[in-house]
Nanobody, 126 residues
Framework: QVELVESGGGLVQAGDSLRLSCAAS????????VAWYRQAPGKERELVAT???????QYADSVKGRFTISRDNAKNTLYLHMNKQKPEDTTVYYC????????????????????WGQGTQVTVSS
């Protein structure tokens, strides 16, 4: 299994930048795709950005050109660099990791599953 812990959330002013981090532990070798989501109260969870094993990235239209997703496999950490932040970015951000059975190795068995962090609050003031 995989454990995800987000950090880096906080209060910033519009136009400022913030970097979120997601530290992964456990069977990190099993991780294939990773992503950042956000969810406002009463709304569905929204995919913000995703990065796959081949470093291919995808972004929601609302953050394209402002946010950058990256990962450091050596440090087992996922990042979300948020630039030119807007008040509309205010919400809870969640880290997501998908594990794949295809990542299994000799002596390592990987499950096909999704894992979530507990979320980190980002607040952008006007």
């Amino acid at each position: 299994q995989v454990e995800l812990v987000e950090s880096g959330g906080g209060l910033v002013q519009a136009g400022d930048s913030l970097r979120l981090s997601c530290a992964a532990s456990g069977d990190t070798i099993c991780i294939s795709n990773v992503a950042w989501y956000r969810q406002a109260p009463g709304k569905e969870r929204e995919l913000v950005a995703t990065i796959r094993s081949g470093s291919n990235t995808q972004y929601a239209d609302s953050v394209k050109g402002r946010f950058t997703i990256s990962r450091d496999n050596a440090k087992n950490t996922l990042y979300l660099h948020m630039n030119k932040q807007k008040p509309e970015d205010t919400t809870v951000y969640y880290c997501n990791a998908e594990t794949s059975i295809m990542n299994g190795r000799v002596g390592v068995y990987c499950l096909q599953a999704d894992y979530w962090g507990q979320g980190t609050q980002v607040t952008v003031s006007s």
